[in-house]
């Protein structure tokens, strides 16, 4: 079998989806890290991070890179999930097992809530920012003028509703990784009875700092509007 | 002979031939004897449903002593009945309570078609095997038990996955049908010892593309295999299975040669 057709069995596109995941897992490291200077009470840093996030050359390049691991994840679920359903096959079970981790068998519907608020997040800001939609005033710091995204994001976190809907996604996201981030671990057959335990217990405290952080950006600010 | 007995509701799959519609049919079997094996108080019902003339209900068994990997059977939500780590055949009566509804289904997976009522086709798991579940052996004199040393925690580990009877729960539970965890045991048995060792890489390509072929499913980590397994068989087994397929098919390897 050649590599080519290895990628393309089951445990191949498992290992895409285990790759694309954990690229995405450190993603959220960098996205959270980052967004923590919203939480610095200036709009001065916020707006500083994001105009060399969206001017510094390198950053364009891993940005276009990790578009390709959010594309990757989301198109092997897509084909793994058909290819699943139709292994199962038409007649469902009368009464259905209840064994097993049960986060895991929620992940598409985990994951295809997270695409969702993508989409919602990214016409959200990233438009904004592109000037693809709405409108964004410019600031000027240390004589370098800038686009002021701290007030877009300052704004919409005034509105409760979209708060709640952060803070919700956020909770999906916790679930996701829950199961995802141990699970791409065994999925590369990193499965070891000294390092599991370690890798079970980060991913366990990665699913709830990460999320609970990301949620706390929007609720901090809304009770600061 | 005065043991304790119950009477029994069963829901049962019945199916008249493959790719024939089937439905559950209800049935009442009285005074069974907690003592009798969930097999033998079918066998009581089918001899009931054959005084009447009726077609005895088909279900797959042969050893019954959990070793043959013949029996089958859904029950109430989970492969070989409620208990751990045991086989419909090891299933005992006492498990149910009187008057109490017992739902029977066959495995149900794209590769395992139903047959007839809850008798399921599993030749897929040969033609996994047959694909590379072996060892090639230079027939001639019988070698000395110790000649080649195998540490003591090592031969465990494989005798654990050699454990594998091959009778299909894993599959029956997994939402996803995934075979991974028999695949697993199979090749972890043999690649775990030396003589398994010469052609661990040409295994591991063969037997996963044979799973594939059969068409059943991916593996999410749900761990419902492991917990349904009358054997304990531990998922650990399936990612050794992955790093076996996956160092198979970045490096070089015996399948470089053919052709």
Not at chain 1, 19 to 34: D, N, P, R, T
Not at chain 1, 167 to 190: E, K
Not at chain 2, 243 to 257: K, Q
Request: charged share 15%; aromatic share 8%; with cysteine.
């Amino acid at each position: 079998m050649s590599w080519q057709k290895s990628l393309s069995s089951t445990i191949g596109r498992k290992i895409m989806m285990s790759l694309s995941g954990i690229l995405l897992i450190l993603f959220l490291a960098g996205h959270v890290s980052g967004n923590m200077t919203l939480l610095m009470g200036k709009a001065d840093a916020f707006n500083m991070y994001a105009h060399f996030m969206s001017t510094n050359p390198l950053v364009q390049v891993v940005a276009n890179v990790f578009k390709l691991f959010f594309l990757a994840h989301i198109v092997y679920a897509i084909i793994l999930t058909a290819q699943n359903k139709k292994a199962r096959g038409g007649q469902a079970y009368k009464v259905t097992n209840k064994d097993g981790s049960q986060v895991s068998k929620y992940m598409g519907v985990l994951g295809s809530v997270i695409a969702v608020f993508l989409v919602v997040h990214l016409a959200q800001y990233w438009a904004v920012m592109h000037e693809l939609r709405g409108e964004i005033s410019t600031t000027t710091i240390d004589g370098v003028e800038m686009k002021d995204l701290y007030s877009v994001v300052a704004v919409s976190y005034a509105n409760p509703m979209i708060v709640a809907a952060y803070v919700i996604s956020m909770f999906v996201l916790a679930f996701h990784l829950w199961h995802g981030f141990a699970s791409a671990f065994q999925t590369l057959g990193l499965n070891n009875k000294r390092y599991t335990p370690i890798i079970a217990f980060l991913g366990k405290a990665y699913s709830i700092i990460v999320p609970v952080l990301f949620g706390a950006i929007p609720v901090v600010m809304f009770l600061n509007s | 002979m005065a043991g304790k007995t119950i009477n029994i509701k069963l829901k049962i799959w019945r199916q008249a031939g493959e790719n024939k519609p089937g439905k559950f049919e209800s049935y009442e079997v009285n005074d069974v004897s907690v003592d009798m094996s969930f097999l033998e108080m079918l066998d009581v019902l089918n001899e009931n449903e054959l005084k009447k003339g009726n077609d005895p209900i088909h279900f797959d068994h042969d050893c019954r002593e959990g070793i043959c990997g013949m029996c089958s059977l859904y029950i109430n939500g989970k492969p070989h009945g409620p208990k751990h780590g045991i086989t419909t055949c090891q299933l005992h009566m006492r498990t149910f309570n009187d008057g109490e509804t017992i739902v029977v289904e066959p495995w149900r997976a794209s590769a395992f078609p139903v047959l007839k009522d809850l008798v399921v086709d599993r030749t897929s798991f040969d033609r996994i095997m047959q694909a590379g579940g072996y060892v090639t052996v230079s027939t001639g004199g019988v070698p000395d038990a110790n000649e080649i040393a195998i540490p003591k925690t090592v031969a465990d580990e494989a005798m654990d996955a050699a454990q594998c009877i091959g009778c299909g729960a894993c599959v029956a539970a997994c939402k996803n049908a995934s075979a991974m965890l028999f695949t697993s045991a199979k090749v972890s048995q043999l690649a775990l010892l030396p003589q398994g060792g010469a052609e661990r890489k040409r295994r591991a390509l063969a037997m996963v593309e044979q799973h594939d072929a059969e068409g059943f499913g991916a593996c999410t980590n749900t761990g419902a295999c492991e917990a349904v397994c009358p054997k304990e068989i531990s998922i650990t087994h399936i990612a050794r299975l992955n790093r076996e397929f996956t160092r198979a098919s970045f490096s070089g390897n015996e399948t470089d040669y053919q052709n």
